[in-house]
């Protein structure tokens, strides 16, 4: 049976377990469009980001 050497320190064992805390990514619904998309990011369906045309429109 595997016996470690050493004990692990606090902060190695804090590496280990900050994938706990990870979060599925949140998503908010566009207040014009009403899709859903990432905070702060552009919304590529219209372009638009806080109010204003940043990129254009994607065509389908």
Do not use: C, N, W
């Not at 902060?11 to 377990?17: D, E, I, P, T």
């Not at 994938?19 to 552009?42: F, N, Q």
């Amino acid at each position: 049976m595997a016996v470690p050497k050493r004990k692990t320190s606090p902060m190695k064992r804090g590496f280990r377990r900050s994938a706990d805390a990870l979060v599925a990514p949140t998503y908010v619904e566009d207040k014009d469009s009403g899709e859903l998309r990432r905070p702060h990011h552009v919304d590529l369906k219209t372009g638009m980001y806080r109010g204003r045309q940043i990129l254009e429109p994607k065509a389908e």
